[in-house]
Structures are given as structure tokens and as C-alpha cells.
């Protein structure tokens, strides 16, 4: 109801007529008291004086007055911020001082003053003198018999100026009068202003009504400095250093205030170049209210005039821009209020320059800013109406979608409701009425109870802000709804809709669950299991225990019973691998035959003695399927791996433990568990780094070439023939093997990147040295399946070959693994072309794995290397000796050479020389060296560590040759 009556109050039209005439009449009564009443000043004689500064004038006050007399005479004294003293000296004879009993000196800058009284005999008296209102010095003539002149000393501060003149007594005492009531009425006004303006910032809490507050203050001190009464405050008097604080503090707070006030009368400023100036604006105001703390006066003045002047300028340029833009009534009543100051500022230049009173009369300094002050009070005005009209305007707004809203309530699918700020439901639709009101009008749910809806009220904080929630709610036997709740609010009420999604979510989870688990068998799928341990490893870094499964020969098994039978055999595997696991650990299908159970932690015994039991099960009782009964035999691989705080390095760890079991268990098939403890799962972990660099094309450091020498049977005394080995040399300089490397590049698909970068280094190095190696015969270099199955490194160790012509005759390409080759014609026209430009081919590890005598045969090799592995059993075997005895003849028969591997005792060397091999390399003869050691190398027998050793080869090759 007060609310109404205010609207209505406000749209009543007489009201702004009324505000207009009462402001017009306290117009018309400030002008008339602080102007008009000017003409009726009581009349007085200006005295024209000569004047001297102090440090112009010598001698005792006697001389002073002989050299005032012989000075030029003026009727105003400037003193133009110098603070020295100042004396003056003005003729005033008998007749005038027995017309005029008051003599007055008028300054709003003195601060210290002493006059005396000179009569014809030489002789001076001092008078007393007193300080009136407007700063005005006087003193009464008592004794004006045979009165000469009057000698004062005067010291100023700031930029002073000084007038003398003579009065009545009658007519002094009225102007003291009429200067009191200008002041007391300006006074009254500015400190009434004032006080409902505090009441406004204090009602408003408004930073707009405190600048303007500070402002008129500041207006009414300059005023006061202005009329010269301002050596008090709140009545009391100041001293001259307070005096001169006080000054330069209004001053700034003058500044500082204008600028406030210009910064949020016009705080929708866009442009940037009008927001630069602003902040230039208040930065000065900054200096200036630090160096009216510190600063002399007569500095903080000659800093205050230029930097008042441009400030000036760029708020009239901010105020009329914004004007000349928008048409603002703000910025129309401010430039107003400006111009009213401007106009004081000139009628008092005038005045100076033409000696005339006129203006001042009407635009003297109190007037203006009354009137300024009225001005800036109604662009305030206009600025909060329009405030205020915004306000009403969102009001209106917001009432209006209200309105809408109600009106598409009962109409609405969904559930809609409004409450108060404390959750009382105020309007609701059909919808809500009908899913989620009782009998008696209460919410069945509880986020929709009214402590709830309260808090939610007010977590949201500020108007216009929303928030959409999912929320599940348990129903009937465990079953589970889902209801999305979207509410906003405004000042008062909270609006929301409650939709129950419960089909969609159950979609969602429907999704999200087939995301992350096997569909077959319902065991967590690679993903699945990934999200659970980044899960594990937000939290910190952990270790992780794994016990694998890999149903042996399950191809077989699909191509014996079909595919519908070995789904079945899934389910049931997975079946009684959750019996036994799942209270021990989280259970993961990551391949077609392969099972991972995550081991919680510190559960591992337990866990191992259920995995145990599944196992055992496994091995006794036969899965049965219509009338099949399938024995499953499996590959268990543990996996104890220490802290990790990766999931690829987790899952890469996992997945490599089981290849490398597979490995195992295929050489030999009598392994049905391996167990990786830390350490080696760390190695493992390491490889698959190394991998991961391999992607990047980075190799490890340290990563070089060492060549081990291959001993010529019957000639060692001749050419020189090695192979070219990786090997890795540490901080030490000692060089290791680079197995890991190798194998790191099987793993991953690297091997042609590894061996171009052999091929590549090992030709620059022959290259480099061929002076040095020009006894070196052949390098042998090992060529992996997998590079023969890249065209493209094909294609480049040709071009690399190609370029290096003139080396080629010295390499020798060691092939192993020909069973793996894809692509065996591809493979043979390889070895042709090579062939063609001098290099020799060797089939390494021949007699195990995929070689076997007809590929020696299709590729035409020249060399064939037996497998160490039989040859270092050849003294012991004898199906190791037959085997040797016949790859011997069939080298022979097909024209190529024989090299002997892992040739590590003298026993072994005699053996394979008596049986016809050509060449050995091993242990025996020397480990792989550093390249650097062929070089202007006589004899492989130099390279060997014991000379005594060397002497024993020497004479075993001479003594089975002879």
C-alpha cells in the first residue's frame, strides 16, 4: 500500500511544477542575499601606498619610511607567491583621519601584520590592529593631531594581494555586518545542503551522494578563501601552517570530488579514450592530495593551476562529447553547473584587469557556487530519476514475464512453480499438482520441501542467475526415479521446473555402461578398466597387483565348435572367474581370450588363494555345453607392479607381462604361470617408454656401434670381417647391450627406423675411415623381418647404398627370420638389386627357428651363420654335430661360406674347423669393440684380450690344418 501511494504521488502532474517554483524561489533568495545586497555596501576611500620588500629595504624603521616616500604609489599590492615580508607606507593626513576615525587593510592571505603611526617629528607609534570578519585588518586612529602617514610590515602566504582604504567608524562596523551575514547565510545554506546530502549517502549507501558531499564542503572552504573568512573551521581558529594544510586539502578535495562525481555521473561511458582520461583524472587526484599533505603551498599551487586547467578542459570535453552522443539531461544540467563556475571565474579576472565591481555584484564567488552547487544537486537529480525510471522500466519487465508465465502455467507439459525467497509455493500449474502435491497441498519430494527451495534461494546469490540440477529419488522396491530440477530467481521469488527424465536417464546409463564394459560377458571392458584407475591415481600414486588369464589355443577351439559355442565358453569362463574374483578385485576383458582381474590392495594373499581355487576348478571339472564337454587349459601371468602414476603406463605394463608370458610359454610349453615382480615389470615398463620415444623418432643417448671381429679359419692372418652389433655406452664409457632397445622395436614396429639408422651410421663410418679400413673385407650388418616387410625401407637402404657405391663391396646384409617375411618376391627382387651393386647376403641363425635349406636356396645367399645354439653343443650332441656336418656340405654344394656363432672354447674352435667351417665368430675370438679399434688393424687376433689365448688359437688352426 506505501508503495502505491508513492507511484501515484510521483505521477501526480502538479508535483514537478511545484519542485520547479520551490527551486526557483530558493534561487531568486540566494541571488538576491548574496549579490543584490552588494550594492548597498557602506562607502569607504581607497588609499594608494608604495611598498618595498624586505630584502629591498635597509636600516631602521626611520629609513624604511625615508625610502617607501620615494617609491612609486599603487592602490593594490601583488605579492605573486613570495612569502617574504612586505612593507607599505600611505599618506594620510590630519583631516582625513579626523573624517575617517577606522583605517582597514584588506587581505585574505596575511599572517602576520604590525602598523605604526608616523608624525612630522620623525617620531612612529604603533597601533593596535585587529582581524575581522572577511580577513580584514583594521585599526582605529585615535590620535590624529599633526598624523603623517601610516608604516606597516605585512607577511603573506600564497599568492596574496593587498588594498587599503579609510572608513567610519559607523560605516566600517555595517560592512563587518553585511560581510557576516553573506557568510552566515552562504554558510547556512552550504552546511543545510550538506546535511541532506549525508543523509542521502547514508540512506543510499550511494558513492555519488559522498563525492558530492566532500564537493559542496570543498566549495563552501574556497568560498571562504575566496571572502577571506576561511582561518576558521567548525569554529575554530587556524594558525598559519593548519591555515596553509587546510587551503591546499580543499583545494584537492575540490579536484578529487569533481572527478568522482564526472566518473559516475557518466559511468556508461564505451569509449576508451573517455576511460583513459577519467583514470588520468583520479591518478592526479592522487598527487594532488599527497602533495597538499606534504608539499610547500607555493608548490602545490604552481602545480594546482595547470593540472586544475586541464582537468577543466577534459571534463568539458567528456561532459559535451557525451552530450553531443546520447542528448543526456545529466550531462546537460553538469555542463550548466560548469558554465555557472566559468562565469564566476571570469567576472572575478574581469574585475582584476578593469577594476570594476560590477560583476562581482551578481557573480561573485558565493553566488556562483551556491548556484553550481544547486546545478550539480540537479543533475544528481536527473541522474537518479533515471535510475530510478531504468529500475521501473526492469520492474515492469520483469512483472510482464510474470504475467506470461502465469498465464502459460496451466498450459505448460512440464511442472512449473514459483515460491518466495523463505520456499513457499505461491503458483503452480496442473502438471505440478498433479506428480507432486498430496491431498493436502504439500511436496511429496523432498528437494521440493520449503527449507530446501530457501536454501537454494539463496545459494544462488544474485538475481538473474540459474541452476539446473539432477536428482535421483528411491521409490518403491529399490527402484530409482530421476528428476531435473532448472530453477532462476529474481529479488523475490524463485522459479523453477521439475521434469522427471527418468526414461532418458536410464538411457544414459544404459550408454555409459556399454561404454565401459565388455558386451559379451559383462566384464569391464580396456575403457572401463582404464577409468578406474585414473580414478585410483587422482587420488595419489599407487601400486597395482594384476592377475592375468589367457585361455590357451582359443582359434582352435573356434574353429572346432564355432562361434556360438566359444561365446558360450566366454560366458562361462567369465562366470566362474567372477565367482572366485570379484570379491578380491575388479575384473577386465581386454582382448577376445584374455582376462585381467585388478587386485585391491592389500588383499593379494587372499586374492592369489581364490585365484588359485579358479584354477584348480579349471583343471578338474570341463565346461559343458549341449552335450560338449570343453577342457580349457590357460596361461596365468601376476603382475606386481610398484608405484605408477600413469594409466597408459599401467595398461602397457599389463598388456607387455602378457605377451612376453606368451612368449615364454610358446618356447616352452610346459609354462602354464609367470610372476613379475617389481623389478621386472619396471624393465617392462621401461621398454614401453622406450616405444613410446620410438613414435617421436627419438633414440635413446648413448646409443652407438661396435664391430665384433669374425676369425677367418684359413687365412687369420688375412683380410679383416666383423659384424656391426647395437650397443649402448654409459656415462662411463663401458659399453652395454641394447637388447631391450631391440626388442623395444620389435614390440612396437620400429625396426626399420632402427636398422636405416645402422645402415646410415655404418657407411658415413666407412666412409670417414676408408684410408684406415682398407683391410677390412666384409661388415656384416642384421636386417630384421620386419624391415623386409616395409617397402619403404626398402626402397631407402637401395637409394643409401646407392650413394655409398663406392663401400658397397664391404657390406654384407645379415637376413633372419625369412619364415616371417610377408612378401617373399618383394623380398628376393631386393636382394637381386643389392646383389647388383656389390653387396654380399647371409642368412643369420641358420638351423633354428624359420630358417630352413630351401630359402638358402631362393635367395641365393653367400653366406649361411649357424645358430649359436647348436654350435655351442656340438662337442656334447652328436644330432648337434650331424646337423652342423650338413649345413656344412650344403653351404659348400651351393657356393657359399660358413660362419660358426657362439665359438667360446678352444674345444669348440678345433670341432667346427675340423668339419670345414670358414669362418667363427664368438666370445673366443672377442666381444663386440668400439669401431674405432679396426681401424689400421693387421690381424683379428690383435683384438684379443689374452695374447696367450691368441697364441693357443693360432697354433689349434695350425695344427688341424696340418
Request: glycine share 4%; aromatic share 10%.
Amino acid at each position: 500500500m506505501p508503495i502505491a501511494v508513492a507511484d501515484s504521488f510521483q505521477k501526480t502532474p502538479w508535483v514537478p511544477f511545484l519542485s520547479v517554483v520551490l527551486l526557483s524561489f530558493f534561487l531568486l533568495v540566494s541571488f538576491v542575499n548574496l549579490s543584490v545586497l552588494g550594492e548597498n555596501s557602506p562607502p569607504e576611500v581607497p588609499l594608494v601606498f608604495s611598498s618595498l620588500a624586505e630584502e629591498d629595504v635597509q636600516g631602521s624603521l626611520f629609513n624604511v619610511v625615508e625610502q617607501l616616500k620615494n617609491q612609486a604609489e599603487q592602490t593594490v599590492l601583488r605579492t605573486h607567491l613570495k612569502e617574504t615580508p612586505y612593507w607599505v607606507y600611505a599618506n594620510v593626513s590630519q583631516t582625513m583621519a579626523q573624517q575617517y576615525e577606522q583605517i582597514f587593510f584588506r587581505s585574505r592571505h596575511v599572517v602576520q601584520s604590525s602598523c605604526w603611526l608616523a608624525y612630522p617629528n620623525g617620531t612612529l607609534q604603533e597601533i593596535q590592529l585587529e582581524t575581522n570578519q572577511g580577513r580584514v585588518v583594521s585599526a582605529n586612529l585615535t590620535n590624529p593631531v599633526n598624523l603623517q602617514g601610516v608604516l606597516c610590515q605585512f607577511k603573506f602566504i600564497g599568492p596574496a594581494s593587498l588594498e587599503i582604504g579609510l572608513q567610519t567608524a559607523a560605516n566600517f562596523n555595517e560592512t563587518i555586518l553585511v560581510s557576516e551575514r553573506r557568510q552566515s547565510f552562504l554558510e547556512g545554506v552550504l552546511y543545510l545542503m550538506i546535511g541532506m546530502v549525508a543523509v542521502a549517502a547514508f540512506m543510499t549507501r550511494s558513492v555519488l551522494f559522498v563525492s558530492y558531499g566532500f564537493w559542496l564542503f570543498a566549495s563552501l572552504r574556497l568560498v571562504a578563501l575566496s571572502e577571506g573568512w576561511d582561518h576558521s573551521i567548525f569554529g575554530f581558529d587556524l594558525k598559519s601552517e593548519p591555515l596553509m594544510r587546510a587551503r591546499m586539502l580543499a583545494l584537492a578535495m575540490y579536484f578529487t570530488s569533481t572527478v568522482l562525481i564526472v566518473w559516475h555521473l557518466f559511468e556508461n561511458i564505451c569509449r576508451e579514450s573517455w576511460l583513459g582520461v577519467l583514470r588520468a583524472l583520479q591518478c592526479a587526484s592522487v598527487i594532488l592530495t599527497a602533495l597538499a599533505l606534504f608539499s610547500p603551498y607555493r608548490t602545490f599551487l604552481e602545480l594546482f593551476w595547470p593540472m586544475s586547467l586541464v582537468a577543466a578542459s577534459a571534463v568539458a570535453w567528456v561532459v559535451i562529447q557525451n552530450f553531443l552522443e546520447k542528448r543526456d539531461r545529466v550531462a546537460i544540467y553538469y555542463l550548466a553547473a560548469m558554465l555557472i563556475s566559468l562565469a564566476g571565474a571570469v567576472a572575478e579576472v574581469l574585475s582584476a584587469w578593469f577594476d570594476q565591481r560590477f560583476l562581482l555584484q551578481y557573480f561573485n564567488s558565493a553566488s556562483v557556487t551556491v548556484l553550481a552547487s544547486l546545478m550539480t544537486a540537479v543533475a544528481l537529480a536527473e541522474f537518479l530519476r533515471k535510475a530510478q525510471w531504468q529500475q521501473q522500466l526492469a520492474a515492469q519487465e520483469i512483472k510482464q514475464a510474470h504475467e506470461r508465465l502465469e498465464s502459460v502455467f496451466d498450459i505448460a507439459p512440464s511442472a512449473m512453480f514459483t515460491c518466495t525467497r523463505h520456499g513457499q509455493l505461491i503458483h503452480f500449474n496442473k502438471q505440478f499438482t498433479d506428480l507432486f502435491l498430496n491431498r493436502e497441498g504439500m511436496p511429496t519430494l523432498d528437494f521440493l520441501q520449503p527449507q530446501r527451495l530457501a536454501a537454494l534461494f539463496n545459494l544462488l546469490e544474485q538475481p538473474g542467475k540459474s541452476s539446473r540440477r539432477e536428482l535421483p529419488v528411491v521409490v518403491g522396491e529399490g527402484q530409482t526415479r530421476w528428476y531435473e530440477l532448472v530453477v532462476s530467481r529474481d529479488h523475490r521469488e524463485l522459479v523453477g521446473v521439475v521434469a522427471d527424465f527418468t526414461a532418458r536417464k536410464d538411457r544414459e546409463l544404459a550408454l555409459q555402461y556399454q561404454a565401459t564394459h565388455d558386451e559379451l560377458t559383462g566384464a569391464l571392458n580396456r575403457r572401463g578398466l582404464q577409468n578406474i584407475i585414473h580414478n585410483k591415481l587422482n587420488k595419489r600414486a599407487a601400486s597395482f597387483t594384476f592377475f592375468c588369464v589367457d585361455i590357451q589355443q582359443f582359434s582352435r577351439l573356434i574353429s572346432a565348435y564355432g562361434l556360438a559355442v566359444s561365446d558360450q565358453l566366454l560366458r562361462a569362463f567369465h562366470t566362474e572367474l567372477y565367482r572366485h574374483m570379484n570379491a578380491h578385485g575388479e575384473i577386465a576383458r581386454l582382448h577376445v581370450d584374455q582376462f585381467a582381474i585388478m587386485i585391491h590392495q592389500n588383499d593379494t594373499e587372499r586374492a592369489e588363494e581364490a585365484f588359485n581355487a579358479f584354477l584348480y576348478r579349471l583343471d578338474s571339472v570341463p565346461f559343458q555345453f549341449d552335450g560338449r564337454s570343453i577342457q580349457t587349459s590357460v596361461l596365468a601371468t601376476l603382475v606386481f607392479q610398484g608405484l605408477v602414476d600413469n594409466v597408459l603406463d599401467v595398461m602397457e605394463t599389463v598388456e607387455m607381462s602378457m605377451r612376453e608370458s606368451k612368449f615364454k610359454a610358446k618356447r616352452n610349453n610346459k609354462v602354464e604361470r609367470v610372476v613379475f615382480e617389481q623389478n621386472q615389470t619396471r624393465s617392462l615398463l621401461d621398454q614401453s617408454r622406450t616405444i613410446r620415444r620410438l613414435d617421436d623418432q627419438k633414440l635413446p643417448t648413448g646409443l652407438t656401434l661396435a664391430w665384433q671381429p669374425i676369425l677367418a679359419l684359413n687365412e687369420h692372418n688375412g683380410p679383416l670381417y666383423a659384424e656391426a652389433l647395437l650397443r649402448i655406452k654409459d656415462e662411463n664409457g663401458k659399453l652395454g647391450s641394447a637388447g631391450f632397445l631391440i626388442e623395444a622395436c620389435e614390440r612396437g614396429g620400429h625396426t626399420a627406423f632402427l636398422d636405416n639408422w645402422v645402415l646410415s651410421h655404418t657407411l658415413d663410418f666407412l666412409a670417414q675411415h676408408a684410408q684406415q679400413l682398407n683391410k677390412l673385407s666384409v661388415l656384416s650388418i642384421n636386417v630384421s623381418p620386419g624391415s623386409l616387410n616395409d617397402e619403404i625401407f626398402l626402397q631407402d637402404t637401395l637409394a643409401l647404398i646407392r650413394v655409398h657405391q663406392q663401400h658397397a663391396s664391404k657390406l654384407c646384409l645379415e637376413i633372419t627370420e625369412v619364415g616371417s617375411v610377408i612378401n617373399l618376391q618383394a623380398v628376393q627382387n631386393f636382394i637381386e638389386q643389392v646383389r647388383s651393386l656389390g653387396v654380399r647376403i647371409a642368412l643369420d641363425d641358420f638351423g633354428a627357428g624359420y630358417s630352413n635349406f630351401r630359402y638358402a636356396m631362393d635367395l641365393h645367399a653367400d653366406v649361411i651363420k649357424i645358430d649359436g645354439s647348436i654350435v655351442k653343443n656340438i662337442c656334447h650332441s652328436t644330432e648337434s654335430h650331424a646337423v652342423i656336418t650338413a649345413i656344412v656340405g650344403l653351404a659348400h654344394d651351393l657356393g657359399c661360406k660358413c660362419v660358426a656363432e657362439w665359438v667360446e672354447d678352444l674345444h669348440t674352435l678345433r670341432e667346427v674347423k675340423e668339419l670345414g667351417v670358414d669362418y667363427v665368430q664368438g666370445y673366443l675370438v672377442s666381444p663386440a669393440v668400439e669401431c674405432e679399434r679396426f681401424l689400421n688393424l693387421n690381424s683379428t687376433l690383435e683384438l684379443m684380450p689374452d695374447q696367450n689365448r691368441a697364441r693357443l688359437v693360432q697354433s689349434v688352426l695350425e695344427s688341424v690344418s696340418a
